[in-house]
């Protein structure tokens, strides 16, 4: 896998049918919020898309594979004192799992966010399960600072949420 092969790029209208098929997957919504839509319809992913067109600056990202649309990474910019703080977010459709294409997206996403939204500070939230996340944000220098104990009810189930970031040093 040549890094070169991923890259951001910002979501179209044509993108609809897919991203509604990679999305539309119990095991991608069961690590997600629930705001996040489960079943996944096309009609979910025109709403979306549209929001991102709309944003500025841009926030959400379409990640390309060679070519082809395998999931979605965006910031989530947060308000008053954390203007410049954002809360990193993102999923890999399920066959394009383990090649390394989150580890690279975090990347790609974290340099947008340090260089050009100048933004201090980002953080994620990952769910007590979810080692391939923990270690793809590992990969690209986010440290665990801390596990907000059973914070998350998800599945009718308490979780914890171990939460990561990284500086713009
Ligand atoms: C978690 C997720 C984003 C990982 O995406 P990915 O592109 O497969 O991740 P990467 O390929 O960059 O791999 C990250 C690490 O997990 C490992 N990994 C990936 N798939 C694996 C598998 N099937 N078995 C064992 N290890 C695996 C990789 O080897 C890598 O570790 P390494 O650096 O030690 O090699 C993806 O599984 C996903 O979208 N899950 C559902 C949604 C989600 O969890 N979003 C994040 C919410 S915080």
């Known amino acids: ?24 997957n119990k095991k991608i919504w069961d690590n997600l919020r629930d705001s996040f839509p489960y079943p996944y319809s096309e009609k979910d992913a025109e709403l979306f898309i549209n929001l991102t ?21 965006g910031l989530i910019i947060q308000n008053d004192i ?7 977010g993102y999923w890999i459709g399920e066959s394009f799992w383990g090649k390394g294409i989150a580890t690279t997206a975090i990347e790609l996403i974290t340099n947008y966010g340090f260089e050009d939204l100048k933004l201090n500070r980002i953080y994620a939230g990952v769910f007590e399960f979810n080692n391939l ?8 220098g986010y440290k665990k600072e801390g596990i907000f104990k059973k914070a998350v009810l998800k599945n009718a189930k308490f979780l914890d949420e171990h939460r990561y970031f990284k500086l713009n040093t």
């Open 1 to 24: 896998m040549k890094p070169k092969e991923i890259k951001l790029r910002e979501l179209h209208l044509s993108d609809k049918s897919q991203l509604a098929k990679l999305a539309n």
């Open 82 to 88: 954390y203007s410049k703080s954002a809360e990193i």
């Open 53 to 73: 067109i709309e944003e500025n600056p841009k926030q959400n990202f379409a990640i390309d594979y060679a070519g082809d649309l395998c999931g979605v990474i």
């Open 133 to 140: 996340s923990m270690k793809a944000l590992e990969n690209n």
